[in-house]
């Protein structure tokens, strides 16, 4: 069976061996302080410099997952309260949890559909944190990056903060657009969940140490202060850590993925245009997600192909939430094989 299912997704087939590799040189013993844990960590920074293009000045840090760093940002990052522009239900997710820790945070919701304009875009004074969900994975829209980028221009003296689970490793980001960006590792890198990613600029930084918050297991002057050495805040996910970085030096550069990526999507987009059955689930062209299609149709169509496709050995992502019966979602990450890929076109056009 293949899942395009875009969380978690389908884990790379190099994992057994990887795995075995870990085992027999100690690493799922490593002491975190140990020299090889130092090593590691340093490595996976040169790889995301590498391959992702992270800027050299910016830090990357070890969580445990994407909902954890949307605390740490209301905790650490935040002073008033935040600004949440979001369309889907992680967005939301985010706006709630932010809301719990700081009851000024204010939020607009807009039409995945019908996008929003950054000219309109109005963000109280006082809150000094704009949060986007880059890729909204639940209805499977995207905000595009230049629009971040016209964020950024229109509001240079607040923090932009990225939620970018279900992108990072997929599309090129320019991690210079924004201050604080993050993900987890089991949708667009193909890797078992349990391991977060937290990569801050150094304004993100330089705010964190103006606001001084500390004594959390997870404030951020705590966690800086730790990968100061290479090292963690706590035990960490060793394993998916070194999972992490022997994927990195197994793919290739973000340029090609990215290329990929836009190049597949536009396949899929072109069979769900060819086809009266299928909708977008999203119909702005620009604001359809480029790792994640959503299609929509009558909720027996849905339920049909569904059970059609997993007779085919294909299995289909849900809807999420409130689309659950009448979209399904399709995962097009670095993780699909070409060869897993087009047994899906393939699939899709013939249904
Ligand atoms: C999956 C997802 C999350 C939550 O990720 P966890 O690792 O389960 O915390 C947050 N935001 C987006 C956009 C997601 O797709």
Not at 40 to 45: D, F, L, S, T
Not at 75 to 101: M, P, R, V
Request: hydrophobic share 35%.
């Amino acid at each position: 069976m293949i899942s395009f299912s875009p969380g978690p997704s389908q884990v790379y087939p190099a994992l057994p061996q990887y795995f075995q590799d870990a085992y027999n040189h100690h690493v799922l013993s490593a002491n975190h302080r140990s020299k090889m844990f130092m090593n590691m960590y340093q490595e996976v920074i040169q790889l995301f410099q590498e391959k992702l293009h992270l800027p050299a000045d910016y830090r990357l840090l070890f969580t445990s997952s994407a909902t954890e760093n949307w605390e740490i940002i209301s905790q650490s990052l935040t002073k008033e309260g935040s600004y949440h522009l979001y369309s889907g239900a992680f967005g939301k997710k985010w706006f709630d949890y932010a809301t719990n820790i700081l009851p000024h945070t204010a939020g607009f919701k807009f039409s995945a559909d019908e996008g929003f304009q950054v000219n309109d875009l109005d963000v109280p004074e006082a809150l000094d944190i704009i949060a986007i969900t880059q890729n909204e994975t639940a209805n499977a829209s995207q905000v595009p990056l230049h629009v971040i980028e016209e964020i950024r221009s229109k509001f240079p003296h607040k923090l932009i903060a990225v939620d970018t689970t279900s992108s990072m490793g997929g599309i090129e980001l320019d991690f210079h657009q924004a201050d604080i960006w993050f993900a987890s590792v089991q949708k667009c890198f193909g890797l078992p969940s349990g391991l977060g990613i937290l990569i801050l600029s150094p304004k993100a930084l330089k705010k964190a140490s103006e606001i001084g918050e500390h004594g959390r297991y997870n404030s951020v002057s705590f966690m800086v202060e730790n990968a100061d050495n290479y090292q963690t805040h706590y035990t960490p996910n060793v394993l998916g850590i070194y999972f992490l970085m022997r994927l990195l030096k197994d793919v290739e550069e973000i340029h090609f993925l990215d290329k990929r990526t836009r190049q597949r999507m536009q396949e899929l987009e072109n069979i769900v245009a060819s086809k009266d059955k299928y909708r977008y689930l999203i119909k702005m062209p620009e604001f359809r997600s480029r790792t994640v299609l959503g299609i929509s149709g009558e909720e027996s169509l849905i339920g049909d192909i569904k059970k059609d496709a997993e007779q085919h050995g294909i299995l289909l992502g849900s809807g999420y939430g409130g689309y659950k019966t009448t979209s399904f979602r399709v995962a097009n990450f670095p993780v699909i094989s070409d060869e897993q890929f087009k047994k899906l076109t393939d699939y899709l056009k013939e249904y």
